[in-house]
């Protein structure tokens, strides 16, 4: 990993456990192990460290995640729905840095504007707007009945959204939310799904 790459990947752990404004550019250059002079070398300061992970993870999520934008191949069948919406979603828990990232956005979407849009659009309305246009495609093939589909994406993601912020807080249950979180989803397809 290059110096640039520790500094961003320690600054992200010191933002997620002690916030933006709890973290010096002195902390982040020490846990790297490099004095702070050499740390703007990479860096203008700590606001061009954080633009630079908010890019990164958006980048890293759009990849393997997905986006309005980038839905990917629309399922085929009921199977391929919840498997490909529970890999999302175990990328989403799983991945260290997104778990990071989104750590550190619930803390501090309530001290800047900017980050709390940015929680929002990868919370709810990003999500909600992906799965939108799923559950359209889906009820074009005949797979899902004809409603409105911002209100069936609306209610898959919801309750999904609240138990990856559950486990975030008790990791300890994750398994018990990733089966509640599958069960949530067939029960979806078993209500809304045509065949």
Known sequence: MSTKDR??????????????????????????GIKAPSLYKHYKGKEDILNALIDNAEARYEESFGSEQHIGKIPESREDFVRVTMERILFTMRDPMIRKIRKFLVQEQFRSDRLAAITTRHQLEGVQKMYTRIIEGMMEKGLFVKDDPALLATELVSPVVLWISQADRQPQFEQEIIDRIKRHIQHFCDVYMSA
Do not use: H, M, R, S
């Open 7 to 32: 500094i961003l990947d320690e600054a992200l752990t010191l933002f997620a456990e002690n916030g933006y404004d709890g973290t010096g550019v002195e902390q982040i250059a020490e846990k790297v």
